[in-house]
């Protein structure tokens, strides 16, 4: 079952094709300059956000950075993470402007976004309460935090890159 499922068959169908034919819209996809420079802040932005996370999440697992506590980490990091996913949250919807109809037509995009909104909102609660305790989490919860986290961020830049590979 995919989010489209859940709507009448082509409900969203519409606000696609407009957003795609605004003039934003229309400007990127008519300008590979400009769709390669999104694609480049985008991949920075991923860079940074999945970077400073793999670092966090690597030491949760015990084999990151073992001289700090998990939680002096996260917080010094904590500012680079938020600018890769203000990064990434900036650039997306400029991506997306240029090719909404294909992205409307690809299931990965859904499942992309729908794994976006659950990495943002466990990132900012579970993650976060996991990598701020002290004294830290046990071990087992702490490892079973990061795999999902982990699992989560690299599922997102999968999808995104499974929408450009599974076009329909």
């Known amino acids: 079952m995919t989010a489209l499922s859940l709507l009448p068959a082509g409900a969203l169908l519409p606000a696609f094709e407009w957003l795609q034919h605004t003039y934003l819209g229309e400007t990127i996809r008519h ?3 400009l769709i390669a420079l999104l694609e480049i802040v985008h991949l920075i932005g991923l860079t940074i956000l999945i970077g400073t996370i793999l670092m966090v999440d690597l030491t949760l697992l015990g084999v990151g950075i073992g001289r700090h506590p998990v939680s002096r980490i996260a917080r010094e990091l904590d500012a ?88 329909p």
């Open 31 to 33: 300008s590979a300059t």
């Open 80 to 167: 680079f993470t938020g600018i890769g996913l203000g990064i990434v949250l900036a650039s997306g919807p400029f991506i997306f402007c240029s090719e909404a109809v294909r992205c409307y037509r690809t299931p990965v995009f859904w499942i992309k976004m729908m794994l976006l909104a659950i990495a943002v909102v466990f990132h900012f609660t579970i993650h976060r309460r996991v990598t701020r305790a002290e004294p830290p989490e046990p071990r087992q919860v702490a490892r079973i935090v990061a795999g999902l986290s982990l699992a989560l961020w690299f599922g997102i830049a999968l999808a995104g890159k499974g929408i450009a590979i599974f076009q």
